[in-house]
């Protein structure tokens, strides 16, 4: 776990909060966020993450439902992932830490 030195991102704002703004409303956020800020690596992981977790959740969700049966079970999952996430990400953004989900973090860091 990395910590960051607490500092102001290229929109004016702190980097921990800016970091976590980028989760407030899922991949929507987090392409805005990825979009403007130029400087802050830190920003740019949060935002670059947000944007590729909740973007394939989001996806999965579409397809789960025209699956009959089965596509209601993984929505109720799907979202049950997507609020543990949101909480766990936003918390550690704030905290000022750079928290890797498995694979798309990895990915994520290389895009910021």
Do not use: C, D
């Amino acid at each position: 776990m990395r910590h960051i030195s607490q500092g102001k991102s290229s929109l004016g704002m702190e980097a921990n909060i800016a970091a976590v703004l980028s989760y407030l409303f899922g991949f929507i956020t987090g392409l805005i966020f990825y979009a403007l800020e130029k400087e802050n690596k830190f920003v740019r992981f949060h935002a670059a993450q947000s944007t590729i977790a909740f973007g394939f959740l989001f996806m999965v969700g579409v397809v789960a439902r025209f699956l009959p049966l089965v596509g209601f079970i993984i929505m109720t999952l799907v979202g049950i992932i997507e609020i543990v996430l949101w909480i766990i990400l936003m918390i550690k953004a704030y905290r000022g830490e750079y928290f890797e989900l498995p694979i798309i973090g990895e990915f994520a860091r290389r895009k910021s």
